[in-house]
């Protein structure tokens, strides 16, 4: 049964969220947010990561709730209010807990992606937000993560040397599970790739809400790189500024989008080695192996081939 927005997430400010994505980062979350927030029944918020629970990761307290609050003023009765900061996963247990305390009863969605070919798409996109310097390669990118010590890569200013560790799913999803249970429902980057409308109704029936089709499609945050550095940083400092006139208005941010990218767009020219896919698909094995026992524990049969190793390789011979 669906349940509504909870008395505890009201107060008198404002309204909270109920269903929360949490994670992860380069896995589709911005275009599942978009998707979702097309329905009647859902609230998104005005800015998709709202990054309110965020400081807890680095140990630094949280912003007042009434700045939580802002991202839903426009909220009018949905079902559902929601918001996506895939970066709230891996702070694990802390920031679970602290989600729990604060929304009370709220459904939480972890959408996954294969390790590898998450970290070849979240070093491309710290380059291109002018996080990383543009003469690192992946293979010094991937020594620089591996080389960098645990209480070191957990510093917020050291967060674009997460990326190895982003992909050690195992390590953070028992967690999530400890504290939401079966609130909470994984589903994968392949399925939202391949059939987003069959991934949404999958999600709507579990929410309990009428499955609806998004009258827009639209891939978001695909990452992709520029051809002049001063032009690129001008332009997502104005996306920034604007995020959530802009997400009032999507058809509006996927037509400016467009433009941009047709004369300040181009595509990566780096592809990643055999030698380096290989060293990651090693890294990953054993925390891949947990995931998918995980999974199976909690009821999931349907898996992707990257958690089921030995029939992903048997198709390619």
Same mark, same amino acid.
């Given at each position: 049964?669906?349940?509504?927005?909870?008395?505890?997430?009201?107060?008198?400010?404002?309204?909270?969220?109920?269903?929360? =994505?949490?994670?992860?980062?380069?896995?589709? &979350?911005?275009?599942?947010?978009? %998707?979702?927030?097309?329905?009647?029944?859902?609230?998104?918020? $005005?800015?998709?990561?709202?990054?309110?629970?965020?400081?807890?990761?680095?140990?630094?307290?949280?912003?007042?709730?009434?700045?939580?609050? *802002?991202? *839903?003023?426009?909220?009018?009765?949905?079902?559902?209010?929601?918001?996506?900061?895939?970066?709230?996963?891996?702070?694990?247990?802390?920031?679970?807990?602290?989600?729990?305390?604060?929304?009370?009863?709220?459904?939480?969605?972890?959408?996954?992606?294969?390790?590898?070919?998450?970290?070849? $798409?979240? %070093?491309?996109?710290?380059?291109?937000?002018?996080?990383?310097?543009?003469?690192?390669?992946? /293979?010094?990118?991937?020594?620089?993560?591996?080389?960098?010590?645990?209480?070191?890569?957990?510093?917020?200013?050291?967060?674009?040397?997460?990326?190895?560790?982003?992909?050690?799913?195992?390590?953070? !999803?028992?967690?999530?599970?400890?504290?939401?249970?079966?609130?909470?429902?994984?589903?994968?980057? /392949?399925?939202?790739?391949?059939?987003?409308?069959? +991934?949404?109704?999958? =999600?709507?029936?579990?929410?309990?809400?009428?499955?609806?089709?998004?009258?827009?499609?639209?891939?978001?945050?695909? &990452?992709?790189?520029?051809?002049?550095?001063? +032009?690129?940083?001008?332009?997502?400092?104005?996306?920034?500024?604007?995020?959530?006139?802009?997400? $009032?208005?999507?058809?509006?941010?996927?037509? !400016?989008?467009?433009?941009?990218?047709?004369?300040?767009?181009?595509?990566?020219?780096?592809?990643? $080695?055999?030698?380096?896919?290989?060293? +990651?698909?090693? =890294?990953?094995?054993? %925390?891949?192996?947990?995931?998918?026992?995980?999974?199976?524990?909690?009821?999931?049969? &349907?898996?992707?081939?990257?958690?089921?190793?030995?029939?992903?390789?048997?198709?390619?011979?």
């Amino acid at each position: 049964m669906a349940h509504t927005q909870t008395d505890s997430a009201r107060t008198e400010a404002g309204v909270l969220p109920n269903l929360v =994505i949490a994670g992860v980062m380069k896995a589709g &979350t911005t275009s599942l947010h978009t %998707y979702m927030a097309q329905h009647p029944e859902v609230c998104a918020s $005005s800015k998709k990561e709202t990054c309110y629970f965020l400081p807890l990761r680095y140990d630094k307290p949280v912003a007042p709730i009434e700045q939580y609050h *802002f991202n *839903f003023k426009h909220y009018s009765g949905e079902r559902y209010v929601m918001e996506a900061t895939p970066g709230y996963f891996d702070g694990g247990r802390k920031v679970a807990q602290a989600v729990k305390d604060t929304l009370g009863h709220t459904r939480v969605i972890v959408v996954l992606r294969e390790p590898v070919e998450r970290l070849f $798409s979240f %070093y491309n996109f710290e380059k291109a937000m002018f996080f990383l310097e543009a003469d690192i390669d992946f /293979d010094r990118y991937i020594e620089a993560c591996v080389a960098m010590p645990d209480e070191q890569v957990r510093i917020q200013t050291n967060h674009r040397f997460w990326g190895v560790r982003g992909g050690f799913y195992a390590d953070y !999803l028992q967690d999530w599970y400890d504290v939401f249970g079966d609130d909470l429902r994984v589903y994968f980057f /392949d399925n939202l790739k391949c059939n987003p409308l069959a +991934l949404l109704g999958e =999600i709507y029936t579990w929410l309990g809400i009428e499955s609806v089709a998004p009258a827009a499609l639209t891939v978001e945050n695909k &990452t992709v790189n520029y051809k002049n550095a001063f +032009l690129h940083k001008a332009a997502l400092q104005w996306n920034r500024k604007f995020e959530r006139f802009l997400r $009032s208005y999507p058809f509006l941010k996927d037509a !400016l989008r467009r433009v941009y990218f047709s004369f300040n767009g181009q595509p990566f020219e780096e592809h990643m $080695s055999q030698a380096a896919r290989a060293r +990651l698909q090693a =890294i990953y094995a054993p %925390y891949n192996q947990r995931l998918a026992a995980m999974l199976r524990h909690r009821g999931y049969t &349907t898996l992707p081939d990257w958690l089921a190793p030995a029939r992903a390789a048997h198709r390619q011979t």
